[in-house]
């Protein structure tokens, strides 16, 4: 199964990945959390892509496409991958769909989760993660069960990440409506489309992908 999850940011995509790639085995393939190692590690990538993510600009195209397709070699994504946050523009989206036509293989569904605005900057700006194991948490809808320790690796001091702050939220949001919005014509016209609620709970919205991937929950 070959997936893409498509939204604004904020829209749950990394939280459904999480909960969704040990369950149908395949692998998450989030380039924020690729360009966010290669920030931590100090590489040439991620001093160029920093200064883009935290104005809320998208990195360019070249940046990203390359990540993915070194990655999509890797072993791991022989049963599949889920990818989440690529493509993000029409430029990427042709590059994956030639990368893939020559592996002779194809997406099956994209995942489009449909969250309004408002409800976006409430939850970037009340989002927390882990810096060692990535568990996403909300301080409202998700909280820890230990203040500022994660549940799953009981590390101390959850973050908030550099572009989770108001005039970067906006920017990202803009970057989605002029950007990435237009991929949705994209695999409309591919028949790939599928819309589910991404304002209901997380477990309501997992079932809801569920059905449509056909898998029983
Ligand atoms: P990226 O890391 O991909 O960020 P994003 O798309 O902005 O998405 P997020 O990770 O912020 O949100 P999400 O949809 O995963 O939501 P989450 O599950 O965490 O990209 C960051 C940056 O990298 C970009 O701005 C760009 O600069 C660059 N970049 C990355 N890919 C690129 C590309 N392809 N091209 C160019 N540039 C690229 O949930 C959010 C919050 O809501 C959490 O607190 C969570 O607990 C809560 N929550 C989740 N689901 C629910 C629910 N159902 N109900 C209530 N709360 C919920």
Redesign the pocket.
């Known amino acids: 199964m070959r997936l893409i999850?498509f939204?604004?940011?904020?829209?749950?995509?990394?939280?459904?990945?999480?909960r969704l790639e040990e369950e149908m085995n395949i692998v998450q393939l989030?380039?924020?959390?690729m360009?966010?190692a290669a920030i931590r590690e100090g590489t040439l990538l991620g001093k160029e892509?920093k200064g883009?993510?935290d104005?809320?600009?998208?990195?360019?195209?070249g940046?990203?496409v390359g990540l993915?397709r070194e990655r999509m070699h890797g072993e791991d994504c022989e049963n599949g991958f889920l990818l989440?946050?690529?493509?993000?523009?029409v430029v990427?989206a042709e590059a994956l769909e030639k990368m893939l036509d020559s592996q002779k293989c194809s997406i099956d569904h994209v995942i489009s989760?449909e969250?309004g605005d408002q409800?976006i900057v409430n939850?970037?700006s009340?989002?927390?993660?882990c810096p060692d194991c990535g568990a996403?948490?909300?301080?409202d809808?998700?909280p820890p069960k230990v203040e500022d320790v994660c549940d799953a690796c009981q590390k101390q001091g959850l973050l908030h990440?550099d572009?989770?702050v108001p005039s970067?939220i906006q920017a990202?949001l803009s970057?989605?409506h002029d950007q990435t919005e237009p991929l949705r014509e994209f695999y409309q016209e591919r028949g790939l489309l599928r819309s589910v609620s991404?304002?209901?709970?997380?477990d309501?919205?997992c079932s809801e992908i569920r059905e449509v991937v056909s898998i029983s929950g």
């Open positions: 999850f939204g604004p940011p904020g829209a749950g995509k990394g939280t459904q990945a999480k989030s380039t924020g959390d360009l966010r892509a883009y993510m104005a809320g600009k998208l990195v360019p195209d940046i990203v993915i989440d946050g690529f493509p993000r523009t990427q989760i969250v409800e939850r970037l009340r989002r927390r993660s996403v948490y909300h301080l809808n998700l990440r572009d989770d970067a990202r970057a989605f991404g304002s209901q709970g997380p309501e919205v």
